[in-house]
């Protein structure tokens, strides 16, 4: 890399820990990261996103699914 230019190939996956308290810092850390120029995604899951419906114009959200999605627990029928 040149002396000087940064490289836009950086790419954060943020993973928060899903409880209480963990989803607002981690939010503002990836933008804080956005800031610096890199690009962030923040991966929560579901139903915290169904429920919380978090908004960001620089972080790129992501669901994943804990088999809680609908509010109850959703046992797996083959592992």
Known sequence: MEKGRRSSTVHVLALPYPTQGHLNP???F???LVSKG???TLAITTFISNT???KSD????????DG???GR????SDV
């Open 26 to 28: 981690m939010l503002q």
């Open 52 to 54: 919380m419906q978090p």
């Open 68 to 70: 809680y999605d609908e």
């Open 30 to 32: 990836c933008r804080r």
């Open 58 to 65: 620089s972080v790129q959200l992501d669901t994943i699914s």
């Open 38 to 40: 890199l690009k962030a």
């Open 73 to 76: 627990f959703k046992q797996a």
